[in-house]
């Protein structure tokens, strides 16, 4: 008797994590939409593949509420999705005709969800479920403390297994691969990085997750020129030789940018994936496009084709130093542009923009291998905030952010500076008559890490405080957030050093010196 095949589908087997009050339970997609107005969040633990199925489930909302009507006029498509956020939830009928209508199946032999059956022919072996697993070693790393290697791989549920072909999907690596040989062409093992790789998303979160889904969908900016498809809506996998098809609106921009293709080996029931082949999708360029949950930075300085990129995630960065970056409309007087999912939220349901929360997702990356780590956080309400309801306010905001960001920079340089005095005596030239670097000079010290540290902390009080009092000057509070901050790094160190006391005044006195212009610099 021939053993049952393996299955798991990604609509009707539970996989994915929400939250409901305190309570936690696992749905596939098609109960996640079908009971999404009794939902609040999402409760996925990896960031990465929140903010990766977050998208996915953007672009489903879009299609089964015809949000993703290219012909409506932007009148109509508000109205449109004010009358959906009234609707109790989203219509059953239409989302299991639509789940009914796709395979979902993961370890369908023709149609694999989000998968390529053909690199079972196409690649010389597997790659070994390590290398699928974020945070295993794989291949020459070394284990160190982790109880995982390639000699005795332990297979995985295909719950997770799947959350973590969605992070290769949109965070992958770059450079070397499991070799792909694509017909009569030799085989090719080099890849490129995925499309949010070490990037940070800011997505809308509403009282509900079908407000949240709602309030995701991004409006169509431009013209629609072909129809717009979801991977699994594709009759069958894309050739990795041929270029890649136009970004169209909301399918292909959210779902539709992978540069790694997968398939998953199932365990004997589907229950656990027990290997995988990992290896690039396409050999062509990708196309360049804006995603909606991104902040864009642009830098005139740079060719054209790199002017625009988008905020790097890091992990070290506290989630209120974003805020600029979101409530200030845009303009041509700032080098960045609050993420375009922001443009539409001023439109929604003023009882919705109300609690309208944001929901940052971070995956702190280089650009090619090495992941250093991923975090998520929740502001409280902001859009009332926002430069088109609270100009003198989002104005306000702006400018404190800007503050602390530089004098975290000058409290870096003049720490160091303070060291070097200390430990060479004082006066040696590197800094300049308005306390800031010359060029060439290093700021590293042994107090630089403490003094930042006790400067964000401090910094974020002093923020806080400034939003509520306008009359404060910014640029003397965190000045003094600064100070408080070298004394109390460097306070043990001042008894111990003959030079450290006089250092640090001098580094004190520097910090509260308004900065010169540059002719009266080199007068």
């Known amino acids: 008797m021939r053993p049952a095949p393996a299955r798991f589908s990604a609509a009707d087997d539970p996989w994915i994590d929400v939250r409901r009050?305190?309570?936690?339970?696992?749905?596939?997609?098609?109960?996640?939409?079908?009971?999404?107005?009794?939902?609040?969040?999402?409760?996925?633990?990896?960031?990465p593949a929140a903010s990766a199925l977050l998208r996915i489930a953007t672009a489903i909302t879009a299609h089964i509420t015809d949000l993703d009507d290219p012909e409506l006029t932007a009148d109509e498509w508000n109205a449109r999705r004010c009358d959906l956020l009234a609707q109790p939830g989203f219509d059953a009928d239409t989302v299991n005709a639509y789940f009914d209508a796709h395979c979902f199946e993961v370890f369908h032999p023709v149609r694999p969800w989000l998968q390529d059956p053909l690199l079972a022919n196409q690649c010389p072996g597997t790659s070994g479920i390590n290398r699928l697993i974020f945070g295993r070693p794989a291949g020459n790393n070394l284990a160190w403390l982790s109880p995982h290697h390639d000699t005795k791989p332990v297979p995985v549920p295909t719950g997770q297994a799947?959350?973590?072909?969605?992070?290769?999907?949109?965070?992958?690596?770059?450079?070397?691969?499991?070799?792909?040989?694509?017909?009569?062409?030799?085989?090719?093992?080099?890849?490129?990085?995925?499309?949010?790789?070490?990037?940070?998303s800011f997505h809308p979160l509403g009282r509900t997750?079908?407000?949240?889904?709602?309030?995701?969908?991004?409006?169509?900016?431009?013209?629609?020129?072909?129809?717009?498809?979801?991977?699994?809506?594709?009759?069958?996998?894309?050739?990795?030789?041929?270029?890649?098809?136009?970004?169209?609106?909301?399918?292909?921009?959210?779902?539709?940018?992978?540069?790694?293709?997968?398939?998953l080996v199932p365990g004997p029931d589907g229950s656990q994936v027990s290997d995988v082949?990992?290896?690039?999708?396409?050999?062509?360029?990708?196309?360049?496009?804006?995603?909606?949950?991104?902040?864009?930075?642009?830098?005139?300085?740079?060719?054209?084709?790199?002017?625009?990129?988008?905020?790097?995630?890091?992990?070290?960065?506290?989630?209120?130093?974003?805020?600029?970056?979101?409530?200030?409309?845009?303009?041509?007087?700032?080098?960045?542009?609050?993420?375009e999912i922001f443009d539409t939220l001023n439109d929604l349901?003023?009882?919705?923009?109300?609690?309208?929360?944001?929901?940052?997702?971070?995956?702190?990356?280089?650009?090619?291998?090495?992941?250093?780590?991923?975090?998520?956080?929740?502001?409280?309400?902001?859009?009332?905030?926002?430069?088109?309801?609270?100009?003198?306010?989002?104005?306000?905001?702006?400018?404190?952010?800007?503050?602390?960001?530089?004098?975290?920079?000058?409290?870096t340089f003049l720490a160091g500076q303070a060291w070097k005095d200390t430990t060479n005596g004082p006066g040696d030239g590197t800094l300049t008559a308005s306390g800031g670097a010359r060029p060439g000079t290093s700021a590293s010290s042994p107090w630089t890490a403490p003094a930042r540290t006790a400067y964000w902390k401090l910094a974020e009080e002093t923020f806080w405080r400034l939003v509520e009092n306008l009359d404060i000057p910014a640029r003397r509070a965190f000045a003094d957030a600064a100070q408080e901050a070298l004394r109390t790094a460097t306070e043990n160190d001042r008894i111990r050093y003959r030079h450290a006391a006089r250092a640090i005044a001098t580094a004190v006195a520097a910090l509260h010196r308004p900065p010169r212009l540059r002719q009266e610099e080199s007068r």
């Open 21 to 47: 009050d305190t309570t936690y339970q696992q749905v596939g997609l098609r109960a996640l939409f079908l009971q999404a107005h009794t939902f609040d969040d999402l409760a996925l633990s990896i960031a």
């Open 162 to 200: 799947l959350q973590h072909l969605l992070i290769h999907h949109y965070y992958g690596a770059s450079g070397t691969t499991t070799p792909r040989t694509v017909g009569n062409r030799k085989p090719h093992t080099k890849g490129t990085s995925g499309p949010l790789r070490s990037t940070v």
């Open 209 to 263: 997750l079908h407000e949240t889904l709602l309030a995701s969908v991004p409006k169509l900016i431009g013209e629609q020129s072909e129809s717009d498809r979801r991977p699994w809506e594709e009759p069958g996998p894309p050739d990795p030789l041929t270029p890649p098809r136009p970004m169209t609106w909301p399918g292909r921009i959210l779902t539709g940018r992978s540069r790694h293709a997968l398939l």
């Open 277 to 339: 082949y990992l290896t690039w999708a396409c050999e062509h360029r990708p196309l360049q496009v804006t995603d909606p949950y991104l902040v864009i930075h642009t830098n005139t300085s740079r060719k054209p084709e790199l002017r625009r990129f988008p905020r790097r995630a890091d992990a070290d960065r506290a989630w209120w130093r974003e805020l600029d970056a979101l409530l200030l409309a845009p303009d041509e007087h700032h080098a960045f542009r609050r993420p």
């Open 349 to 411: 349901p003023p009882e919705v923009r109300a609690s309208m929360r944001v929901r940052v997702h971070g995956f702190d990356q280089d650009g090619k291998v090495n992941n250093r780590r991923w975090y998520t956080a929740i502001t409280p309400p902001i859009l009332t905030w926002a430069q088109e309801h609270d100009p003198q306010r989002a104005q306000r905001i702006g400018e404190c952010v800007a503050a602390a960001e530089h004098y975290a920079v000058r409290l």
